[in-house]
């Protein structure tokens, strides 16, 4: 029943995006539409514009752009015609795209776009196609001179297209390197753009035409390193963890050995001297500032939700590549889809921990995701709109979300914040609280929050630090990430480590007679998303070509809020955990 739910679920995005590749069928000499996308430095994945930005041939009917789903328009795509003609089966050779003057203006244009190595993108029946629009040469110098460059402009394409009976299979395409116009010093030019077309049969079927896209995301070779680095790093992990929890449990079992064997007031009294049992009066006091603490944790358990959600489909294989920006259209449905999980966990929660004011649970709950990332958003697209760029969403497009927001995110919160306000539950401690709050002791400065931070941080990260490199040259560069079941396993491994990491500091914390737990669970379990965005530097300088204003605003602005949704998921998780430690320790004795 669940995986019908699922299936079904998938449709439903399906219809929400705008390419998925329908199936197409075409007769000999039928035309085969070609769409471009967009231009844009290969360096910089963000940084695209329009294709007509730069002074290419234009059809003679005019330009047509393609009705684009939620995802495509939040990827930057922006389909528009052009005038290169294919007919199904049907050979070219050399055919005349057009003759276009260029002007000294639209010369320098294209000698900036070639210095800075832009591609363009361009799909044939669904499939992408890339290709550079000219090339730099390093000309040879005499000792002394500077070094000079000859930059040339790619006058010329070639589509290679296999076909299986009446369908499209595969498209690539190529330049000619001795069909080219200098360009390096010219200030007015006609060029002349040609194509040429050749049609060949396969045998591959049309339902494995995406594979060679999937299979180009990572070489044999390093597919089998990354099992092996994967592999070594779990292990790696597991020992650690394993390790340190055997540790935990045989300190706990001396511990419950101490406080439940004790038979006379006097041993009673010298057993309650110190240690984790001494602070049980205080243990299950409510964290101040109540109202923030049940929105972090209602807001992460949101998150977690909605990424459990994404992984299910992306196991069924909903996600594959250049689909139309699926993903991304799932993650603004299923963030409002799972709104009412926020609301109810944060209300029930601000209830059985006797909170009165939900209204203003509710609210906070709402914003304090939303509200960061509309301000980050704000920030962005007006970066993006002054740089004229594809990221730069439509007024369309930000209506839509409005309205996506308004209609169903924050309806859904109010009626989970509403379920939760009536929920019967209670919290019932295994401890009474005392009235005052017992003095906590001096501690030494690793014991503080940063540091324990730093210390939780550590083993969770180092669990999903091979993976990040993937994930970011995907998400970041113009590499396909498809093997979600690797992602998905260490996924896993990240929450059932920074579950473990997080309750071992709670009990530390505790023993030393520190009863603060409750905050400093939810910093310790979302500290891995400070390793993550200290990662995000050392990539942008060390692994990437990136550069510019535009792309590292929307690197840095975005990964921020990537790293500010992993803290508020993974703090729910290390709150979680540590809950239900400290219940079943202070259950296991007896407490007055």
Not at 25 to 52: C, D, L, R
Not at 454 to 471: K, V
């Given at each position: ?49 329009q294709y007509f930005n730069l002074p290419f ?351 169903v995110t924050f309806p859904l919160t109010v ?125 942008w300088y060390a692994r990437s070509d990136m ?46």
């Amino acid at each position: 029943m669940a995986r019908r739910g699922l299936l079904a679920l998938a449709l439903l995005l399906g219809s929400l995006c705008g390419a998925l590749g329908k199936d197409r069928k075409y007769a000999p000499g039928q035309e085969v539409s070609i769409w471009a996308n967009k231009v844009g430095p290969f360096a910089n994945p963000t940084e695209t514009y329009q294709y007509f930005n730069l002074p290419f041939c234009h059809p003679k009917e005019g330009k047509e752009y393609k009705p684009e789903g939620l995802g495509e328009v939040l990827e930057g795509d922006r389909l528009v015609s052009t005038p290169y003609k294919l007919q199904f089966k049907e050979n070219k050779e050399n055919a005349v795209l057009c003759t276009q003057h260029l002007t000294s203006d639209d010369l320098d244009q294209l000698r900036d776009a070639v210095s800075e190595d832009y591609y363009f993108q361009m799909f044939i029946d669904g499939l992408p196609i890339w290709g550079f629009i000219g090339k730099v040469e390093k000309l040879p110098s005499k000792e002394g001179e500077e070094e000079r460059e000859k930059l040339s402009l790619f006058t010329h394409i070639h589509f290679d297209i296999l076909y299986n009976k009446d369908r499209v299979i595969q498209v690539d395409i190529s330049t000619d390197p001795s069909k080219t116009v200098d360009i390096t010093t010219a200030d007015k030019a006609d060029v002349d753009f040609t194509y040429s077309v050749s049609w060949k049969e396969t045998d591959i079927p049309y339902d494995r035409r995406m594979d060679k896209y999937a299979k180009y995301s990572f070489l044999p070779q390093h597919l089998e390193i990354h099992w092996f680095s994967i592999v070594n790093s779990c292990v790696t992990v597991l020992l650690l963890t394993g390790f340190l929890a055997t540790i935990l449990m045989r300190v706990l079992k001396n511990d419950f050995i101490k406080y439940t064997n004790v038979r006379d007031d006097e041993a009673l009294e010298d057993a309650e001297e110190t240690g984790w049992k001494l602070v049980h009066g205080d243990v299950f006091r409510f964290p101040p500032n109540l109202n923030l603490f049940c929105a972090v944790v209602g807001t992460g358990t949101q998150i977690l939700v909605m990424a459990l959600m994404i992984f299910a489909l992306s196991l069924l294989g909903t996600y594959y590549p250049y689909n139309g920006g699926a993903m991304l259209t799932s993650v603004v449905v299923f963030y409002a889809l799972t709104a009412g999980v926020a609301g109810y966990v944060s209300a029930a929660l601000y209830k059985i921990m006797g909170g009165t004011n939900w209204v203003r649970n509710v609210l906070t709950t709402t914003m304090l995701f939303c509200g960061p990332l509309l301000a980050m958003f704000s920030y962005l697209n007006s970066v993006a709109w002054a740089y004229g760029t594809t990221a730069a969403l439509p007024f369309g497009t930000i209506v839509i979300i409005i309205v996506i927001w308004a209609l169903v995110t924050f309806p859904l919160t109010v009626v989970g914040g509403i379920m939760g306000k009536n929920t019967k539950a209670e919290f019932n401690a295994p401890c009474r609280t005392t009235k005052y709050p017992r003095e906590i002791p001096p501690l030494p400065w690793y014991r503080q929050t940063v540091p324990q931070m730093l210390m939780a941080g550590f083993l969770p990260f180092s669990a999903i630090y091979i993976e990040l490199y993937y994930i970011f040259a995907s998400v970041w560069g113009h590499k396909v990430y498809t093997i979600y079941s690797i992602l998905f396993i260490v996924f896993i491994i990240l929450i059932i480590v920074t579950a473990f990491i997080t309750i071992a500091l709670t009990y530390f914390q505790l023993a030393v007679e520190d009863h603060r737990w409750w905050w400093r669970s939810v910093m310790c379990g979302g500290s891995t998303a400070l390793f993550i965005y200290a990662y995000c530097f050392y990539y942008w300088y060390a692994r990437s070509d990136m550069n510019g204003l535009m792309q590292a605003s929307f690197y840095f602005g975005y990964m921020l809020m990537v790293c500010y949704g992993f803290f508020l998921m993974l703090g729910s998780v290390g709150f979680r955990a540590s809950l239900a430690f400290v219940r079943h320790i202070y259950k296991a004795i007896k407490c007055e």
